[in-house]
């Protein structure tokens, strides 16, 4: 099974992904964000149809997905390490997975970015930040890893500043309240979908 696939999409329908673990622990003052309101929403669906929700596309993007084999040789290059390209990893009991870009050694993964030009220099200079946060530790979450490597890949910059790398560690604190979190969401989504049931 490969990553964009039909079949890929389809062993994710109405599943929680780490790609959207940020979203199931965004708040707000005023309560709920609309970020996890609509994503509870998107699975809901998702499972009472049995069809993955529509994916949006734009030339960034797609530009991403297309750098990713260079940003992927790129960093092998660099680490000595050999990336093994991985479709999908579930949780054993909850209807949650991750689609690594790739696992390393026998305790590590990687998380690759090919961002616009402003959004690779940041992180040459400040690090990942703490938007990739949730995916991240997610992932080590669902794989059992015990460390990440976030990847940012430009091909516009000169040689030496296209490739940007930071190691982030497994944090078992996060961890555990991402899945106390994630557990919840999916509570929520089951009881959504019994009270639609019952109208």
């Known amino acids: 099974m490969k990553q964009g696939s039909a079949e890929w999409f389809q062993e994710r329908c109405g599943k929680a992904t780490a790609s959207r673990f940020a979203d199931i622990l965004s708040k707000v003052k005023s309560g709920e964000s609309a970020g996890r309101r609509n994503y509870r929403a998107q699975l ?4 009472l149809t049995g069809v993955p929700a529509e994916t949006y596309t734009n030339a960034i993007m797609q530009r991403g997905t297309d750098l990713e084999p260079e940003a992927r040789a790129a960093y092998e290059d660099r680490t ?3 990336v093994v390209e991985i479709a999908f990893v579930e949780h054993s009991e909850l209807a949650a ?19 616009n030009t402003a959004t690779h220099i940041d992180y040459l200079l400040n690090g990942m930040g703490t938007d990739y946060t949730p995916q991240i530790q997610g992932a080590m979450w669902l794989t059992g890893r015990k460390y990440w490597d976030f990847v940012s890949y430009d091909d516009r910059m000169p040689e030496r500043h296209r490739l940007y790398t930071q190691r982030v560690m497994r944090d078992e604190a996060f961890i555990g309240n991402l899945e106390v979190e994630v557990r919840k969401f999916l509570i929520e989504v089951d009881e959504t979908i019994r009270k639609l ?3």
Do not use: M, T, Y
């Open 197 to 199: 049931e019952n109208l």
């Open 97 to 115: 997975g991750a689609s690594p870009d790739g696992l390393v050694d026998d305790d590590g993964g990687v998380e690759i970015k090919c961002p």
């Open 80 to 82: 000595g390490l050999i």
């Open 44 to 47: 809901v669906a998702e499972r």
